[in-house]
């Protein structure tokens, strides 16, 4: 909190770089509190632009939500239509507001879900009001209460278990809404089939309107999300395996250097972009499931093996623990320059090549057919592996290492002369036993790689 | 695929430890598949038991919401309250099917978004009607279906949002539905500002019945649950660390020893632990978002700093990373006996120094008191690295290692007599140096604990 003697100070910047200043030195609280929210409304929007304008196909899912919205309620203003839903087109305009959602994966998941349960629990709720009304009129609220406890209670667990959960939680809850709907409705509505049949219909126009605005208008596919996400990954981890292994060797001199202040921040980014990969389970999950769903499209066959880039997104999180770690060791840089140089060459091209490989797989992944040049790639990573193995092997002999560099500076280690520095060798022998434990992560995921490429090969 | 030849197998393992096993030479394609249904339905039941015993009280919420609806569909059997309601007591239904989530912070979210986006979008629906019938009866619709279409997209882009969609994206969604339903019902309804009285009236009924289940039936909070998360998290951490370090380091003739199966299994899931608190993250997340909007309970306070949970359960993942790392090397053991044996002491007095810290922060977060343990656990820690630290500088010496163990062993190494065996040791270097390294994640979790609890004491 500001001191009560300091001036109160908003400050915000614009995209356009124009910055606000406001000084008030004495600001009575409630204005304070108002040029508050306008600040926290003001603050929203600008995140709101930069939003709408780095993701435009997200503008244009919300003039779809609009339009499919103004389509759905004609309902309401042309008369033959809504003596035709039964006065009840508001089901309809439901449907649409829940069930239109961004992918069209998603889409279909919901309008399926909703059409069905309500098929079902329509079809129930008639049962049940059937059989409760042989019962008399005063057993008939006692059953219905029961038949509304049993099957809401039962399809309140189904949504726990996961394998319900992630493609039928929205059936669920529909089913429990639509059976309580109808069979308890029974008590007060006349004609309780026609009733269940315009629920039916209504939400039979409501998902048509969302599946095909979905389709045919501008979709996005959470197939092709999917695979983007899965590609944009590979590279971020490519990117950030070669801006860790470059920060950690680069010569202190060059670091102190003036360096570009763009580039600076370029390379920020890079370094820091393992972490989305790390976040991403989630969106993986969801984009798997939905994507599911989805009929064919752009390169993808119906059959597409979809859960296979599960698995892949795991292989790529494993992956990127491993740089995680690394990040750890290249935050508190120990290592005397000569022996950065001397296992420079070494480690810098086992990442090198561990993160072509990497991008020769986002080559396969992307055109779904073997790249010729990824059994060239992967022999050059075993190559380096290699050599680095040979680097640390020399270093045990500690004359070839001195003949290699300046002999006199190993005996600027910790005080025996003709002794390694061997707590500051401590981080580099991590260093290069993290590229190689990267090394053996890369080739599970070529593995994985290669199973899919296979499969989508074989399904076409 | 099973292939034709072979008989077909259907075989499933119940809880009681019974096991059916069928085999029919030539069952017919329809008999198969059939019986391939049941079984699915009979492993969903298996699983859905499995998981309702190991979790009574999501079976207890499931009995909550059979109630709760019960108690809402007394709208609908009692004449006056039927009355009462406009006959829309389905909107009450409605909200409780919608808005009754697992934990309370979950439903009183749900549902003052419920209430609140009912309350503003319907006085924005009946605003805009009024202003549409000024036009006259040609103009009306046009003005209602344009400003359906401005509010929807802008109402749908805000949940696009991240800040929008973590606390309101049900509130947004019910906005649109109530905007459109009041001003577009307009055109039918001949009194207007009763309808909306009637919808916000049957909001408000459900959204009571939801809170008031909630929180005095078996309440299950979601502060509660994080707290839990978190705490089971560091547990699950302390129990992975010892274990890795102690698979590797233990002496090969011990692995091959008949080890109890129990032990082994249970040695196992200590072992992987530490993926579950990998894949955390968006349930902890969408706890924090929830147990804000929950009133004090047990020992929480209103004011409770859920959000320090964030960057703790931030802290863990990155010490998990260390701990993935580390099983990468683990699964490849190569290090000789004699230098486990001489590392051994040290990297275990600090693996478990490390866990010890951790075990202490359960305590300091389950009773938001400082321990005075903590300290000493902390020196403790301190000293272990040095003397890792240590044993590293020795190695480096040569002779101080072969005094320590057997001389001849040394040259058992790669070739060259009185030269470490280097790629052996790399290993183990990578160990201890991932073992400084997660000492140093553990030091940052002691300060994120440490300010939670100052923040604790001082919400008090």
């Not at 042309?78 to 992918?103: I, S």
Request: net charge neutral.
């Amino acid at each position: 909190m500001a001191k009560e003697s300091e001036p109160l100070e908003w400050r915000m910047s614009f995209p356009d770089g124009m910055s606000m200043l406001f000084v008030s030195e004495c600001m009575p609280h409630t204005a304070g509190f108002v040029v508050g929210l306008l600040f926290k409304y003001l603050g929203l929007m600008q995140s709101g632009w930069r939003y709408g304008t780095s993701e435009p196909r997200k503008i244009v899912h919300c003039f779809k939500v609009g339009m499919a919205l103004c389509l759905v309620s004609l309902f309401y203003y042309v008369g033959p239509l809504y003596e035709g839903v039964g006065g009840n087109a508001m089901w309809a305009v439901l449907t649409v507001v829940v069930a239109f959602e961004y992918t069209v994966g998603a889409t279909i998941c919901k309008c399926v879900n909703r059409t069905t349960a309500t098929f079902i629990a329509g079809a129930l709720g008639i049962g049940v009001h059937w059989v409760a009304t042989r019962f008399g009129k005063a057993w008939e609220p006692i059953i219905l209460q029961v038949s509304v406890f049993v099957f809401a209670s039962a399809a309140t667990f189904l949504r726990f278990l996961p394998s319900v959960k992630a493609h039928f939680d929205h059936g669920a809850l529909i089913f429990i809404f639509t059976f309580i709907l109808v069979s308890v409705s029974g008590y007060r509505v006349p004609d309780l089939f026609d009733f269940a049949q315009h629920r039916l219909s209504n939400v039979a126009i409501g998902t048509s309107i969302c599946v095909v605005t979905s389709i045919f208008c501008c979709p996005v596919w959470a197939g092709n999300e999917l695979h983007s996400l899965i590609l944009s990954n590979m590279e971020k981890l490519a990117d950030s395996l070669d801006a860790y292994v470059a920060v950690y060797l680069r010569d202190d001199a060059d670091a102190d250097a003036d360096v570009d202040d763009m580039k600076k921040e370029a390379s920020k980014e890079k370094l820091i972009g393992y972490r989305s990969v790390l976040d991403s389970m989630s969106t993986e999950e969801s984009l798997v499931n939905y994507a599911r769903w989805e009929p064919a499209h752009g390169g993808f066959s119906f059959k597409h093996p979809w859960k296979d880039y599960l698995e892949l997104g795991a292989l790529l999180r494993s992956y990127a623990n491993c740089i995680d770690a690394l990040s750890g060791i290249v935050s508190d840089t120990k290592a005397p320059a000569f022996l950065k140089k001397y296992f420079s060459t070494a480690c810098l091209k086992l990442s090198s090549n561990s993160s072509a490989v990497l991008r020769e797989l986002v080559v396969v992944v992307r055109t779904s057919a073997e790249s010729p040049k990824i059994g060239l790639r992967l022999k050059d990573m075993c190559v380096a592996v290699q050599e680095l193995h040979n680097a640390l092997k020399a270093l045990s002999n500690q004359k070839t290492v001195a003949t290699e560099t300046k002999p006199e500076e190993f005996s600027e280690g910790k005080g025996e002369s003709n002794v390694l520095p061997f707590v500051a060798i401590v981080q580099l022998v991590t260093l290069s036993s993290l590229l190689i434990e990267i090394v053996a992560r890369t080739e599970k995921i070529v593995k994985a790689v290669n199973i899919l490429a296979h499969k989508v090969t074989s399904s076409e």
